[in-house]
């Protein structure tokens, strides 16, 4: 039987190909996604570690958690860790931060000061010598960037301003440790920390031991002694427990990021088993009768099921240990290109033999269950009853009726559960975490029923789409070829749509969460950007031509404070208030103005209205937005104005047109006066919008700049909906790249069904083609076959996702009130185009193999 397995995997070693490409992508998937882990794992104890690689213990007293009656000094600690008996030498130092000329610019420098033996230091030296008084040693790479070298002089700004100079004595490796690797890092010893005022009390301690002596041993006194003397959460570790005890710290993002990669990699398996499953199905079915010879000469169907099991090991092992190989390298050559490409010479490939033992596991279970129903079946049945053609599942028949109770129930259970998810929180009393886990629940509960109705959901979308090309023969046969074999149209659509409708869903869903905070941030921060009045630099009309000239910006509006409210004038008397009022003061700006500076369709107050920010009046008789305001001109007199309540203002003001200022006989400008002063009165403030194209951070700048103001006075929503607009898209541009792992799987099953088929009907369309059938129409008919399948399952994947897609987003944003849902359109067409597209790719090859055979070849082959 081993024999016949091998002759068997050699006989259909084209047929079995895409099975192990399915299971390489797969594998690589997951065993990258492991590599991950473990490689960041390993960056970090490279970065981290660095500080005590040349020490044995590390000792950290942690004096700021001491108890109120310890007299025990920083000093004191470190000296007895330095004469506690098996400490060969020690090294106590302290960190902290001052301000340095480096090149033309004054920028924080990290200070490491030392006391003991430098040589401990996890960044030795490159070149020079040991800092004294007066002098320090600079990180190499900060030196070179500020054109410093040995006997270079430093100006340090240390205390108030206090500039002092150190010479650079010698140059370090640069630091790896992540907590110091963003600045120049500059260390001095404890002399020269004195003499610069510094001042030095230790913070660590790391120390090397004597050969004979015992790390737990030392570490234990070590501790011991330091607790007794009120210092309970003193810690003396080895140093291989410190770095693994950072690393802990530092990887639960680490161990996230792995579930989270692991979750796709679980999807691309499970679309892996799929093809497999189909894949297996239409091989045994091509070799119906050469197993029924097997058994007619013997062969018992145990015997067959291991046959047919044991080309699936094989194919498994073969597949597994290429995804595996991929994985690996794909890891490796990432993290060298990153270690030379962005000079970090701590990244590291973590190897592990866990991602390999795994990788090589699942792709051999993967392959054997997903051959598993396909074995049994095939020795389910006699050798005469093998002859006969299989039952179709239908509506109709026993397994199709299953299919359809068990899939309805799930559909209309999930459904329940999402819509439920999807209320408002207030309609159904829940909380924002109950509301979004059902909705995941339901989804879930929902999409798995679509997956068992796929057998009659996915035939049924290709018969509906095959209907507008019957007029033509090739057509109808392409059509008619597609729906031959329910199951297997079935098994590889429903592959397919698994990585469609997930795709899908994040577009749909990432939209309409983009949209919906937008809008929700239009309504408390209607304006790209606000540049303020500085308290001694009030700006003046004048600032507008310069902001409006800027790049990227579109319109400008000047606005002036013009009133405030009743709860202004009590600032100052806040022992004779009883009653606490809010204060506000209200900008009157230009209408045209207001209305072209206004984002994302934000409305300006109607004339006669003000608009009332979302915190300008809280607190106001518990109500965020009363119907009505009571405003002060300053000099005594008050007007009543009812609020707009579709218009829209920023989160603490309250805004009005100037057509309504005069309307209700406001002055131009509120004037100044001790009240106003106490209440903390704004001064004008220019509005600015931006283009849609523009980048905020840029833009700020040159803004900032035209307006001769600091950055610190911009504010508004273009930097707050920038980066939301950055993280979502990064977040559905990783997502879906991910996912297409999914869909490229699906795509090879496609490929391979359509390759297996045309073996299976090469008698078929050979005689098609001495009937008259050309090349060109037994190229486009397979084409069109493969069309139907992808088109069928992109139909029903994009529909599922924009119904998963709207539902997941209202339901992520459920706590923000509104919802302002939106589909993208022309992605989702994108998305059809290039699953069609793909099928159609996929057929090129077995379309060529079927048009190359020569009608009388193909007519002679049994």
Request: glycine share 10%.
């Amino acid at each position: 039987m081993n024999t016949l397995v091998k002759a068997n995997v050699v006989a259909y070693r084209r047929r079995y190909a895409a099975v192990i490409a399915a299971v390489t992508i797969g594998v690589a998937f997951l065993a990258a996604t492991l590599f991950v882990g473990s490689s960041v794992r390993a960056t970090l104890s490279a970065s981290v570690g660095q500080a005590y690689q040349h020490a044995d213990i590390v000792v950290d007293p942690k004096f700021y958690r001491a108890d109120e009656s310890i007299k025990l000094t920083p000093q004191q600690a470190a000296d007895h860790v330095k004469a506690t008996d098996g400490v060969k030498s020690a090294l106590a130092y302290a960190n902290t931060m001052v301000e340095a000329q480096l090149g033309s610019t004054l920028e924080s420098v990290y200070v490491t000061i030392t006391q003991g033996d430098t040589s401990l230091l996890g960044t030795s030296l490159v070149e020079g010598s040991e800092p004294g008084a007066g002098q320090a040693t600079l990180n190499a790479a900060a030196a070179k960037k500020a054109g410093l070298t040995v006997g270079s002089t430093l100006n340090l700004t240390v205390g108030e301003n206090a500039t002092k100079q150190v010479t650079l004595s010698g140059l370090r490796q640069d630091p790896q440790d992540p907590s110091a690797a963003g600045y120049a890092n500059l260390q001095l010893s404890d002399a020269g920390a004195k003499a610069l005022g510094l001042g030095f009390d230790p913070q660590f301690v790391i120390a090397t031991l004597q050969p004979q002596a015992q790390a737990e041993q030392v570490t234990d006194s070590i501790a011991t002694w330091m607790h007794e003397r009120g210092l309970p959460s003193a810690e003396a570790t080895t140093s291989t427990q410190k770095v693994t005890d950072q690393i802990k710290s530092l990887s639960g993002g680490v161990d996230a990021l792995t579930w989270v990669l692991g979750a796709f990699a679980g999807i691309a398996l499970v679309v892996t088993v799929l093809v497999v499953a189909n894949t297996f199905s239409v091989i045994l079915a091509q070799r119906t009768r050469e197993l029924a010879l097997l058994r007619t000469l013997g062969a018992k169907r145990a015997q067959i099921r291991r046959m047919v099991l044991s080309e699936a090991v094989v194919v498994g092992l073969v597949g597994g240990l290429l995804g595996v190989l991929i994985g690996t390298g794909v890891v490796a050559g990432g993290a060298a290109i990153v270690r030379s490409a962005f000079d970090l010479p701590y990244v590291t490939f973590g190897f592990s033999w866990t991602p390999i033992v795994a990788g090589l596991i699942v792709g051999l279970l993967v392959t054997v269950l997903a051959s598993l129903r396909p074995a049994l079946a095939a020795t389910r049945v006699s050798p005469l009853a093998a002859l006969r053609p299989s039952e179709t599942v239908t509506v109709h028949s026993k397994a199709g009726t299953t299919r359809v109770v068990i899939g309805s129930l799930l559909v209309l259970l999930g459904a329940a559960a999402l819509i439920y998810g999807v209320l408002p929180t207030e309609a159904v009393s829940s909380s924002f975490e109950t509301s979004f886990g059902m909705a995941f629940l339901g989804g879930l509960v929902s999409f798995i029923g679509v997956l068992v109705l796929g057998t009659l959901l996915i035939p049924w979308a290709v018969r509906q789409l095959a209907r507008p090309f019957g007029a033509k023969i090739a057509g109808r046969l392409a059509g008619l070829n597609a729906l031959r074999h329910p199951q297997r149209t079935s098994a590889i659509g429903t592959a397919l749509l698994l990585g469609v409708t997930l795709v899908s869903l994040m577009l749909v869903g990432a939209t309409s969460a983009r949209t919906t905070i937008n809008a929700e941030l239009a309504k408390q921060y209607p304006v790209d950007l606000v540049i303020s009045s500085s308290t001694d630099a009030p700006l003046t009309g004048e600032v507008q031509a310069p902001v409006r000239d800027v790049k990227g910006v579109a319109s400008t509006a000047f606005l002036t404070p013009v009133a405030m409210t009743k709860g202004c004038l009590s600032q100052g008397n806040a022992a004779e208030t009883t009653e606490y009022e809010p204060c506000a003061f209200v900008l009157s700006g230009d209408a045209a103005e207001l209305a072209a500076t206004s984002t994302n369709g934000a409305k300006i107050p109607a004339l006669g209205s003000v608009a009332v920010g979302e915190y300008a009046l809280a607190g106001s008789a518990g109500e965020s937005k009363p119907t009505e305001v009571t405003l002060s001109d300053g000099a005594g007199r008050t007007v009543t104005v009812p609020v707009d309540a579709e218009a829209a203002a920023p989160m603490s003001s309250i805004v009005m047109t100037d057509e309504t200022r005069k309307q209700v006989g406001l002055p131009t400008q509120l004037p100044a006066s001790k009240e106003t002063s106490d209440a903390g009165a704004p001064g004008p403030q220019v509005w600015v919008k931006a283009d849609d194209s523009v980048s905020a951070g840029p833009l700020i700048s040159d803004v900032a700049s035209a307006a001769k103001v600091q950055q610190t006075q911009l504010d508004g929503a273009l930097p707050i909906r920038q980066m939301a607009s950055q993280i979502i898209d990064t977040l559905l541009m990783v997502v879906s790249a991910l996912l297409a792992v999914a869909v490229i799987i699906a795509l090879i099953g496609v490929s391979n069904t359509l390759s297996l088929s045309v073996i299976e009907r090469t008698r078929e369309n050979s005689l098609l083609r001495a009937l008259g059938l050309t090349k060109k129409q037994l190229r486009g008919m397979l084409a069109l076959e493969a069309a139907l399948i992808a088109g069928a399952a992109a139909v029903l994947g994009i529909v599922l996702g924009a119904v998963y897609g709207l539902a997941g987003a209202r339901a992520a944003t459920s706590s923000m009130g509104g919802f302002a849902p939106s589909i993208p359109w022309l992605w989702l067409a994108v998305v059809l185009v290039v699953s069609v597209g793909a099928a159609i790719l996929a057929s090129v090859w077995p379309a060529r193999r079927a048009a190359r055979l020569s009608p009388v070849e193909g007519l002679a082959v049994e």
